[in-house]
């Protein structure tokens, strides 16, 4: 997952303007998609870890998700405001000092030993996340020429999964208990979060004594049809394809994050001989198979529709769903694995169909849907409900199948559209 947004040309510099100046700037800045790949996933480490550390339900420990997400739900417009008025520079460096504060917090909550401190730190998290992904995708493309703008962004965006594996690695490692006690089990957070704090503030140190061009410094001054406007708003809400778009991305993203959530504690249930360590590898290998699903869906949209593509793949997702649901075991687990893969295409194309054609509205339109993911706090803990309700997270896998249903329906409502929507992802 990662937050796409449009950029218009007055953003870009010309070709050849600035490119060595702007060099620095450019590694700083796809340095942030690693960071919060690692900061987003190691959530997934968490769930399982507090689960054992305060003794909690599958519902309880699913509001790790919730906590953080509600953290992007709240400042995604915030950001973008932030971002129009003060520039793109001045929101990640804000971003990055939020991150920082929230991992910082890990600490006095390790020592509270309390559970509500804990999510209160990752909402912190999440809101500086919110202003970095809000600010960094079109810094990225204003901080060189105008005709690589594109190769740039790819450039950068493939930092993000990377980050992402990363998180779980440095969560298996550091993170997950050995069976020492609740108190120490709580302290082993304190290093990875410490270390995380100390290089975002180091980040956000040096990119602010980067020189960068104009475009990525400056703000703009009164509302020019932007995103602060609510008559934008509630011109999308007679948008019926366009609000299908915002739901079919709340039910995606909750799908996502409630599989990856509680794979390593259907792990731990389904193969009760594997640790949570291996358990989490399981996990690194879910994300793999997801970036290596971005690459095979992209050579795939270059000869199918992304509308097409996409029905494909959540017909796929929601019957392995099932099948996790139905079966357990080695075979639950390959099914739930094999999810990722196909879910790789989907937000980036449920993003695009869900912004075509809406011209003028296309900035307050992609904060909807940037707002849209607090789906993966919502139905994270519906998961954790059904779970705690049934008795057995093999039966809370219906929920993620019944999101990929949603987003087969919303691909359903585009198959017709004229030419094609390939490379859509």
Known sequence: MGTAQIVTDR??????????????????????????????????????????????????????????????????????LFMRRFGYKAAVIFGLLLFASGALLFWPASVELSYGFFLAALFVIASGLAFLETAANPMVPALGPADTADRRLNFAQAFNPLGSIAGISLGAVLILSNGAGAAADAASVRLPYMLIAAIVLVWALLLHHTPLPAAATRGERGDAGGIGGLAAYRALLGRPRYLAGVAAQFFYVGAQVGIWSYLIRYVGVALPWLSQRDAAWLLTGALILFMIGRFTGSALLARISGARLMLA???????????????GGAIGVTALLLTSFFMSVMYPTIFVLALRGLGPLTKPGASLIVMAIIGGAVLTAAMGLVSDRTGTIRAAMLVPALCFLVVGLFARLHLGDAGGHKGTA
Do not use: K
Request: aromatic share 14%.
């Open 313 to 327: 793949f959540a017909a796929i997702n929601a019957v392995l769903c099932i099948v996790a649901a139905a079966m």
């Open 11 to 80: 953003h870009l510099m010309p070709a050849g303007e600035g490119e060595q100046a702007s060099r620095p700037a450019l590694i700083l800045v796809t340095g942030l998609f690693f960071l919060w790949g690692v900061a987003n996933n190691l959530n997934d480490i968490l769930i399982a870890h507090f689960r054992h550390v305060f003794s909690l339900t599958d519902f309880q420990s699913g509001l790790v998700q919730s906590a953080f997400y509600l953290g992007y739900f709240c400042f995604a417009i915030p950001a973008a």
